[in-house]
């Protein structure tokens, strides 16, 4: 009677992903919204009156428009007479490059890894779309075949092995919101990523200044990525998000453990009641995260961890405080 009433009872699913998602982000923006706020009051008094300094894109020259703004390369090159727009000064353009590659689908802590990026999106989103700012984000689920630019009011980008998405940078906390839907909804494939790749893809096209902000594990060999993050530096302010889980760092003693490859689907399986193998798996941790941290550091990129097993919100707290003081003692680092 006990097998036959395990066999008829139905067995409960999983809520959809996009229900989850829309869960996650409710109770993420509660907790931004509580903590978060007011740590950069005063940092963008919001749209200044008037034109402003930065240089935006060429349109056509129109009576009445202000003749020192000509753009004369494009009116060379076109024959037709455009001026140069102007953004205002303290309108902050943020870009999200978001690694959810196999590897982040990973987690023995509190959270997965995948969801602390999602987390850590959120913040920043959160920090930066006041004051008429815009965001946008480019998103890698492994391989390296790029995806056009779409919209991504409506829902998740597409999904698929090697898939490489840009979304728009938009102003506005309705658009914004829509972005973190985005990426909240997307799915992780199979295969490696390419890290490199993805943090170029916000080197090309080139960008007015602003602020870049990168989230991954850092797994992938630095040189893969350091060249690209050193690019990256050159024109804007960046900021390195790494997210970590304690078991990428130590093994614990639970004798044979199985363990899978997620990038590539290698089976190992690890003694782990040999102490001498978890001293040389925790030896071999921490020279992997001392290359990482080298790479940041010489890319001139801030440098932020987050783990699985911790508040990831009340380190990011404390990383914008500390980011704050540092400016006003003068110090950018």
Same mark, same amino acid.
């Given at each position: #009677?006990?097998?036959? /009433?395990?066999?008829?009872?139905?067995? &409960?699913?999983? *809520?959809?992903?996009?229900?989850?998602?829309?869960?996650?982000?409710?109770? %993420?923006?509660?907790?931004?919204? =509580?903590?978060?706020?007011?740590?950069?009051?005063?940092?963008?008094?919001?749209?200044?009156?008037? @034109?402003?300094?930065?240089?935006?894109?060429?349109?056509?020259?129109?009576?009445?428009?202000?003749?020192?703004? #000509?753009?004369?390369p494009?009116?060379?090159?076109?024959?037709? !007479?455009?001026?140069r727009?102007?953004?205002?000064?303290?309108?902050?353009? +943020?870009?999200?490059?978001?690694? %959810?590659?196999a590897?982040?689908?990973?987690g023995?802590?509190?959270?997965?890894k995948r969801?602390?990026?999602? $987390? *850590? /999106?959120?913040?920043?989103?959160?920090? +930066?779309?006041?004051?008429?700012?815009?965001i946008?984000?480019?998103?890698?689920?492994?391989?390296?075949?790029?995806? @056009?630019?779409?919209?991504?009011r409506?829902?998740? !980008?597409?999904?698929? &092995?090697?898939?490489? +998405?840009?979304?728009?940078?938009?102003?506005?906390r309705?658009?914004?919101?829509?972005?973190?839907r985005?990426?909240?909804?997307?799915a992780?494939?199979?295969?490696?990523?390419?890290?490199? *790749?993805?943090i170029?893809?916000?080197?090309?096209p !080139?960008?007015?200044?602003?602020?870049?902000?990168?989230?991954?594990?850092?797994?992938?060999?630095?040189?893969?990525?350091?060249? @690209? #993050?050193?690019?990256?530096?050159?024109?804007?302010?960046?900021?390195a998000?790494e997210?970590?889980?304690p078991?990428?760092?130590?093994?614990?003693?639970?004798?044979?453990?199985?363990?899978?490859?997620p990038?590539?689907?290698?089976?190992?399986?690890?003694?782990?009641?040999?102490?001498?193998?978890?001293?040389?798996?925790?030896?071999?941790?921490?020279?992997? =995260?001392?290359?990482? /941290?080298?790479?940041?550091?010489?890319?001139g990129?801030?440098h932020?961890r987050?783990?699985?097993?911790?508040?990831?919100?009340?380190? #990011?707290v404390?990383?914008? *405080?500390?980011?704050?003081? $540092?400016?006003?003692?003068?110090?950018?680092?």
């Amino acid at each position: #009677m006990a097998r036959a /009433a395990a066999v008829t009872s139905p067995t &409960p699913r999983p *809520a959809p992903l996009a229900d989850r998602s829309e869960a996650v982000l409710s109770r %993420l923006q509660l907790l931004v919204t =509580r903590k978060l706020d007011g740590l950069l009051q005063g940092d963008y008094a919001g749209l200044l009156p008037g @034109p402003g300094s930065e240089a935006g894109e060429s349109r056509e020259y129109r009576a009445g428009d202000d003749v020192r703004r #000509m753009d004369w390369p494009v009116t060379a090159r076109t024959t037709t !007479p455009h001026v140069r727009r102007t953004v205002a000064d303290r309108e902050l353009e +943020t870009w999200l490059a978001l690694d %959810l590659s196999a590897s982040l689908d990973f987690g023995t802590g509190q959270w997965l890894k995948r969801e602390v990026v999602v $987390a *850590a /999106a959120a913040a920043i989103t959160h920090l +930066t779309v006041r004051g008429g700012n815009r965001i946008g984000a480019v998103i890698g689920t492994g391989g390296g075949v790029s995806a @056009p630019a779409r919209r991504w009011r409506g829902g998740p !980008p597409p999904a698929g &092995p090697g898939v490489l +998405t840009r979304l728009p940078a938009r102003s506005g906390r309705k658009e914004a919101q829509g972005l973190l839907r985005a990426v909240a909804g997307t799915a992780i494939q199979p295969g490696r990523g390419d890290l490199g *790749a993805l943090i170029e893809m916000l080197n090309r096209p !080139p960008r007015r200044r602003g602020v870049a902000v990168v989230v991954s594990d850092f797994l992938a060999p630095a040189e893969q990525w350091a060249r @690209p #993050m050193r690019k990256l530096r050159v024109r804007h302010d960046v900021l390195a998000i790494e997210v970590v889980d304690p078991r990428e760092l130590e093994l614990p003693d639970v004798g044979v453990l199985p363990v899978v490859d997620p990038e590539s689907g290698e089976l190992h399986e690890v003694q782990t009641a040999d102490p001498r193998l978890r001293q040389r798996y925790a030896d071999a941790a921490a020279a992997q =995260r001392a290359t990482i /941290a080298a790479a940041l550091r010489g890319a001139g990129a801030a440098h932020l961890r987050l783990r699985t097993d911790r508040d990831w919100l009340l380190d #990011m707290v404390r990383f914008v *405080a500390a980011q704050r003081h $540092a400016r006003t003692r003068g110090t950018t680092r």
